[in-house]
């Protein structure tokens, strides 16, 4: 089983300023099947970035996933007020249909 | 616009049962994968059970496996948890999540609060 472990657990950060938030798995996960979501106070989490890379559909370029094998990165570049929210990152299997959450990064205003 | 509501939440005892609804709008209901996700409030996201399009197959969270049981209706736009010999621990906020073709978790529900306790 694949244990995914993110790190900081918090980060305090100011607007205008860029995060950096890892994800490591515990063995080598094929990019295409790592994504990253945000979820605000109340509400349901959003999905951001699929196959490691990819935005989702109304996703601003400011955010951005990369990385391969056991190490991935979403970095929020320009942080807006909105932006400050806790961020998981998964991976996923379609067979059988698995879904693996890391612990989440909580962003917040400094 | 993809819509996923969820039903059948409650108080309910400790060794008893209760079965969550989720009704899907918006999308090829029978072309995607589908989840439940679940969330103690104030804690992180854990994932319970997962069906394929088809209904199989299917996969359960350790914590899970053998008291719950996830299952679909393709003709109904339908999605089912069936939770057995509940316990404190699975108090929670339960999320109906919808898949991508890849794979990958893109819509989610509101959640409907399950809260087991005497």
């Known amino acids: 089983e694949i244990v995914l472990t993110q790190s900081p657990g918090t980060l305090s950060l100011s607007p205008g300023e860029t995060a950096t938030l890892s994800c490591r798995a515990s063995?080598?996960?094929?990019?295409?099947?790592l994504a990253w979501c945000q979820q605000k106070p109340g509400q349901a989490p959003r999905l951001l970035i699929y196959g490691a890379s990819r935005r989702a559909t109304g996703i601003p370029d400011r955010f951005s996933g990369s990385g391969s094998g056991t190490d991935f990165t979403l970095t929020i570049s320009r942080l807006e007020p909105e932006d400050f929210a806790v961020y998981y990152c998964q991976q996923y299997g379609s067979s059988p249909p698995r879904v693996t959450f890391g612990q989440g990064t909580r962003l917040e205003i400094k | 616009e993809v819509q996923l509501v969820e039903s059948g939440g409650g108080l309910v005892q400790p060794g008893r049962s209760l079965r969550l609804s989720c009704a899907a709008s918006?999308?090829?209901?029978?072309?995607?994968?589908m989840h439940w996700v679940r969330q103690v409030p104030g804690k992180g996201l854990e994932w319970v059970s997962g069906i394929s399009w088809s209904s199989s197959p299917i996969a359960y969270a350790d914590s899970v496996k053998g008291r719950f049981t996830i299952s679909r209706d393709n003709a109904k736009n339908s999605l089912y948890l069936q939770m057995n010999s509940l316990r404190a621990e699975d108090t929670a906020l339960y999320y109906c999540?919808?898949?991508?073709?890849?794979?990958?978790?893109?819509?989610w529900g509101q959640g409907t609060l399950v809260t087991v306790s005497s």
């Open positions: 918006g999308f090829t209901f029978d072309n995607f994968a």
């Open positions: 999540a919808k898949c991508s073709a890849y794979g990958n978790i893109d819509y």
């Open positions: 063995q080598s996960v094929s990019s295409t099947y």
